[in-house]
């Protein structure tokens, strides 16, 4: 059973910066899509960054320049540095894997993702 865990969430003023990270067991599968989204009030869904296990990634123009995804493959753990962050980036994120087939690039759709974790909110005041 897969499992996922963020952490590094909490309350920034606008132009900071937070790392999250997502800690994964329990997925076998050595070719995959990692995912980081988020949902505001009121709000849908929204991709925020993708990488596979080639390290390739993927980045909504919203967020592009501002945050970068990585990952450490000795410890299954995926970050999210954001940095000069804005109000319109408060949210809860949630990060996500699926399997990914070998010819198959990882799409910002949440909908393609089946394993999530719990969530760890991000507060930006202006």
């Known amino acids: 059973q897969v499992q996922l865990v963020e952490s590094g969430g909490g309350s920034v003023q606008a132009g900071g910066s937070l790392r999250l990270s997502c800690a994964a067991s329990?997925?076998?599968?050595?070719?995959?899509?990692m995912g980081w989204f988020r949902q505001a009030p009121g709000k849908e869904r929204e991709g925020v960054a993708t990488?596979?296990?080639?390290?390739?990634?993927a980045f909504a123009d919203s967020v592009k320049g501002r945050i970068t995804i990585s990952q450490d493959n000795t410890k299954r753990t995926f970050y999210l540095q954001m940095n000069s962050l804005k109000p319109e980036d408060t949210a809860m994120y949630y990060c996500a894997v699926r399997r990914r087939s070998w010819w198959a690039g990882c799409r910002l759709a949440s909908a393609d993702f089946d394993s999530w974790g719990q969530g760890t909110q991000v507060i930006v005041s202006s």
């Open positions: 990488i596979d296990n080639n390290g390739s990634t």
């Open positions: 329990g997925y076998t599968y050595s070719s995959y899509c």
